[in-house]
C-alpha cells in the first residue's frame, strides 16, 4: 500500500472533521428540540406523549421536505465557490429564499389540516385531538423554518458552518423554558397543553431566523457575496435549476423519513405504550442519525468544492475522510444503544411497560447504525456531485418497494407490532446503504 495513504486520509478526515463537527453540533440541537417536546411531554402524561409522538411524526414531514429540496443550495454554492464564481452565489441565494417561503407557507396551511391524515391513518381516538392541538401551534413555524434553512445552506455552503452549531444551540436553550412555560403554564398564563409545546417551536423557529437572517448581512465574512445587496424578483430558469437538483433530493430524503414516520404512523393503532415506547426509541435513534447527517453535509460541501474546481481526485478523497468518520462514529453509536438502552428509555419516562419496549426497541436502532450512516455518507457524496435523480429511485425502491411491505408484513399482519415494524426499517436502510455505495462508486470512477 502507497504509504502516503494513511496520512493523506488521516488530513482528509481532520478537514472534514472540521467542517462536520459544527454541523453535527447544530443538527443535534435541531433534532433537540423534537427531543426538548418529547421530554416535556413525557412528564406532562403518557397520552401527551403519544399526541405528542404522533403530531411529531407529522411535522417531520414537513421538514424532510423542506430539507429535502432546499438541499439544492450547498452543492450548488460549494460548486460556485470551487470555481472562484462567488459573486454568483448572492443571486442563488435570494432565488432559493423565495422557493423556501413559498414553500414554507404551502406547508403551513396543509399542516393545519394534519388532523384528517391522522382520522385516515386509524391513529388511536384518545390521541387524536392532542396531537391535532400540537400541530395547530407548531405549523405556523413552517415559513421561518424554511428560511432558516435556506440560510442555513448558504452558510455551509461557503464552508462556515459554526454559525448552524451556534444558532442552533441558543434554540434549543431558549426551548426548554419556554416550552415548559407554555405547556403547563405560569406568570398569568394557563396551561396551554400540546398546543403550547407546538407553538413554542413555532416561536423559537422564527427567532432562530431573524437572528441568523441579521449575522449573514452583518458579518464581514459574508460581505463580498451580496446575499442582501439588492431586491430580486422571482426567476424561472434559477429557480427551476434549483428545483431539477432539489426535487429528487426531497424525494430520496421524503422517503427515507417516510418511512420512519409512517411506521409511527402505523404504531398509532397499536395503542398508547407502543406508541410511546417508539417515540422513545426512535427519538433516540434520530439523535444519533445526526453525527452521520452532519458528517455527510460537510462531505456534500467539500466533494461539491472539489467538482466545481474540475479536482476529481480531490473529490475522490473528499468522500473517503466522510466514509471513514462515519464508519468510526457509527460503531460507537451502535455501542452506546446496545450497552444503556434501559437507562435511555428511563430518561423520556417512569411508566415501566414504556420503558420495557421502548428498550427492546433501541436493540434494533443499534443494528441498522452503520446501514443509516453509509446511506447518509453515500448520500452527501452523490449531492456534491449534484448526481440527484437515480439516487431517488433507489431511495423509492430501497424503503418503499422493500422496507415498509416488510414491516408491515412482520409487524401489522403477522402480529410482531413495533419490533416487526423496525425490521423493516433495518431492511429498507440497509438496501439503500449498499446501492447509494455502489452509485457513488461509479461516478466516482467516471470524474
Known sequence: MDTAFFPRLRREMGATFALALPLVLGQLASVGMNAVDTLLAGRHGALTLAAVGVGSAVWSLVILVLIGVLMAVPPSVSQLNGAGRRAAIGALFRQALWLALGMGLVLLVLVRHGDRLLGWLGVAADVQPAATEFLAGVSWGAPALAAYLCLRYVSEGVGLTR???????????????????????????????????????????????????????????????????????????????????????????????????????????????????????????????????????????????????????????????????TALTQVVTASLLLL???????????????????????????????????????????????????????????????????????????????????????AGLTAAALLLTWRFVRAARAR
Request: hydrophobic share 55%; net charge neutral.
Open 163 to 325: 454559525p448552524t452549531m451556534l444558532f442552533g444551540l441558543a434554540g434549543l436553550a431558549l426551548l426548554v423554558p419556554l416550552g415548559y412555560w407554555l405547556l403547563w403554564g405560569g406568570f398569568g398564563l394557563p396551561a396551554l397543553g400540546a398546543w403550547g409545546l407546538g407553538f413554542a417551536t413555532a416561536l423559537v423557529l422564527w427567532l432562530q431566523a431573524a437572528a441568523l437572517a441579521l449575522y449573514l448581512r452583518r458579518s464581514p465574512r459574508y460581505a463580498d457575496l451580496g446575499l442582501f445587496a439588492r431586491f430580486d424578483w422571482p426567476e424561472p430558469r434559477q429557480l427551476g435549476e434549483l428545483l431539477r437538483i432539489g426535487v429528487p433530493m426531497g424525494i430520496a430524503i421524503f422517503m427515507e423519513g417516510t418511512l420512519f414516520v409512517a411506521t409511527a404512523l402505523l404504531i398509532g393503532s397499536l395503542g398508547a405504550v407502543a406508541i410511546a415506547a417508539h417515540q422513545i426509541a426512535i427519538n433516540l435513534a434520530a439523535l444519533c442519525f445526526m453525527v452521520p447527517l452532519g458528517v455527510a453535509m460537510a462531505t456534500t460541501v467539500r466533494v461539491g468544492y472539489a467538482a466545481g474546481g474540475g479536482d476529481g481526485s480531490g473529490l475522490r478523497w473528499a468522500a473517503g475522510g466522510g466514509y471513514a468518520i
Open 340 to 426: 444503556a438502552a434501559e437507562p435511555l428509555a428511563r430518561a423520556y419516562t417512569g411508566e415501566p411497560e414504556v420503558v420495557a419496549l421502548a428498550a427492546h426497541l433501541l436493540l434494533f436502532a443499534a443494528v441498522f447504525q452503520l446501514s443509516d450512516g453509509l446511506q447518509a455518507a453515500s448520500g452527501g457524496a452523490l449531492r456534491g456531485l449534484k448526481d440527484t435523480r437515480l439516487p431517488a429511485v433507489i431511495t423509492v425502491l430501497a424503503y418503499w418497494g422493500l422496507g415498509m411491505p416488510l414491516g408491515w408484513w412482520l409487524g401489522i399482519h403477522r402480529g410482531g407490532g413495533a419490533p416487526g415494524m423496525w425490521i423493516g426499517l433495518i
